[in-house]
Nanobody, 129 residues
Framework: QGQLVESGGGLVQAGGSLRLSCAAS??????????MGWFRQAPGKEREFVAA????????DYADSVKGRFTISRDNANTTVYLQMNSLKPEDTAVYYC????????????????????WGQGTQVTVSS
């Protein structure tokens, strides 16, 4: 039992910034260590990896397309994961999804969709020229 809920999406002009949040709730996320990730999907496209963070928060990974622009982080209580998106481009337009998977290692990160067990409903990010 558990749920991931994304928020913070919206419409922004190219070059602007947004911060997405992913709130985790329920016994699954209260009792078990989870590595977290952000993915995005545009209409007609496959879901693609954006960023990931380990349970401990000391290991992160980013898609090449967002390196230097996006930052993933999580709060000390590990109940919320964030994606700070700067210097946004029109090609960043997509529905952004939060994902989680149970882990044993606190430093484990994953970038494949098949590696994640739980998914949020998504939040729309639209970047205009």
């Amino acid at each position: 039992q558990g749920q991931l809920v994304e928020s913070g999406g919206g419409l922004v002009q190219a070059g602007g910034s947004l911060r997405l949040s992913c709130a985790a709730s329920g016994p699954t996320f209260s009792y078990w260590a989870m590595a977290m990730g952000w993915f995005r999907q545009a209409p007609g496209k496959e879901r693609e990896f954006v960023a990931a963070i380990s349970w401990s928060g000391d290991s992160t990974d980013y898609a090449d397309s967002v390196k230097g622009r996006f930052t993933i982080s999580r709060d000390n209580a590990n109940t919320t994961v964030y994606l700070q998106m700067n210097s946004l481009k029109p090609e960043d337009t997509a529905v952004y999804y939060c994902a989680a998977r149970g882990v044993i290692s606190g430093s484990y990160v994953a970038r494949r969709t098949h590696e994640y067990e739980y998914w949020g409903q998504g939040t729309q990010v639209t970047v205009s020229s």
